[in-house]
């Protein structure tokens, strides 16, 4: 286990209500929740907006979850997962579908223990099943970062092992420039670094291979081949032949950003197999 030095953090007693973007028709006979990963800031469902087309074509209307904005101050892993497990299921429908990337993929996992997911099919992209020290000592450096360098270069940290293959190192988009003599964070860039930190510290030593394993419906996992993040022996699936796990080459952490053609196509693949 990774030492966790302190940081600073904004105060957040009180979780907001789940941000949230659809895609898709209101009046769609079906529902897919999507949880995001790890996000400074929410970027309005953006990141999966380039592989949602196999979902939308299915009949599905699509609410994508910033899975942040249920976190509050002192959750681990499974306070999270118990907050979305309340709110999704008594939502007003209960998804066909749940996916969710990175952190999101990690929940969703942890959400398979209860009955209600059973009857939904799963699709999960780079989302780590288990935790190693390999995996923990990276994210703990980039999380550190954040209290000792900044949320630039913690961000360029991340984007270093997330990036695909044809992507430069130490690039990273950035949403918004930072003052180059600022006397320290702004009140938006406190919360960003906050996100940023405490989200990927969840993951430490995560281990969500039983709920996996016990999953009787079809999951597929989705990770990028040449990722330096989240890998293939980060990843697990159960003995059900509806369980799959999908390389797609040439692809980092984000596969739907890195290979969105490949990352749609093997999606479509896997729906049309569950719908024959």
């Not at 995560?206 to 597929?220: H, K, Q, W």
């Amino acid at each position: 286990m990774t030492s966790r030095p302190p940081h600073p953090e904004p105060a957040r007693d009180v979780a907001p209500a789940p941000a949230a973007a659809v895609l898709g028709e209101p009046d769609a006979p079906r529902h897919a929740v999507v949880l995001a990963p790890v996000m400074p800031r929410w970027d309005q469902g953006a990141f999966f907006r380039e592989v949602a087309e196999p979902l939308l074509d299915r009949g599905h209307r699509i609410t994508v979850h910033d899975t942040l904005s249920l976190l509050r101050e002192g959750d681990d892993l499974k306070a999270l997962v118990d907050r979305w497990a309340a709110h999704l299921a008594t939502g007003p429908d209960r998804p066909d579908l749940l996916a969710g990337n990175a952190l999101g993929g990690a929940v969703v996992q942890a959400l398979l223990t209860h009955e209600w997911t059973h009857r939904a099919k799963v699709v999960l992209l780079s989302g780590p099943t288990v935790a190693d020290d390999e995996l923990n000592t990276k994210l703990e450096r980039i999380a550190a970062a954040v209290g000792t360098d900044g949320l630039s270069t913690a961000l360029h940290l991340l984007e270093d092992v997330v990036r695909g293959p044809d992507r430069e190192p130490g690039t990273v988009p950035r949403q918004r420039p930072e003052p180059a003599a600022a006397p320290g964070p702004t009140p938006d860039e406190a919360v960003a670094g906050w996100r940023l930190s405490t989200g990927l510290r969840l993951l430490y030593d995560a281990d969500v291979r039983g709920p996996v394993r016990d999953f009787p419906g079809p999951l597929l996992h989705l990770y990028g081949e040449q990722s330096l993040l989240v890998q293939r022996k980060h990843l697990a699936t159960g003995p059900h032949p509806r369980h799959h796990l999908v390389g797609i080459p040439q692809a980092g952490m984000r596969p739907h950003a890195d290979q969105p053609a490949l990352t749609r196509d093997a999606v479509a693949r896997f729906l049309g197999a569950e719908e024959s």
